[in-house]
Nanobody, 121 residues
Framework: QVQLVESGGGLVQPGGNLRLSCAAS????????MNWYRQAPGKQRELVAG???????NYADSVKGRFTISRDNGKNTVHLQMNNLKPEDTAVYYC???????????????WGQGTQVTVSS
């Protein structure tokens, strides 16, 4: 069984920092890309940042210069360092794995359960 488990969400004041982590469990050979999405109330889910197995990254314009995505391929983990947080960053953040390969199957798309990030004074 494959699972993505996020951690690190919480309440932070504007200008503060948070670090989200996501760990993929199970017997995993490789993961093509790992992404962070977020969904605010009443809004569509949006891509925040992504990173390929080779380390190539991409970011939403709204978080460039503030957020940094990184991954550890050996541990099948991905992190999102969020600095200078703003109230508009408030959302549920979801971890996503694309092309997750196990001994028996390749999963095209795997999602975590989400972790709440609230930026408020």
């Amino acid at each position: 069984q494959v699972q993505l488990v996020e951690s690190g969400g919480g309440l932070v004041q504007p200008g503060g920092n948070l670090r989200l982590s996501c760990a993929a469990s199970g017997i995993i050979f490789s993961i093509n890309a790992m992404n962070w999405y977020r969904q605010a109330p009443g809004k569509q889910r949006e891509l925040v940042a992504g990173i390929t197995s080779g380390g190539r990254t991409n970011y939403a314009d709204s978080v460039k210069g503030r957020f940094t995505i990184s991954r550890d391929n050996g541990k099948n983990t991905v992190h999102l360092q969020m600095n200078n947080l703003k109230p508009e960053d408030t959302a549920v953040y979801y971890c996503n794995a694309v092309g997750l390969r196990t001994t028996a199957f390749t999963f095209n798309d795997v999602w975590g359960q989400g972790t709440q990030v609230t930026v408020s004074s």
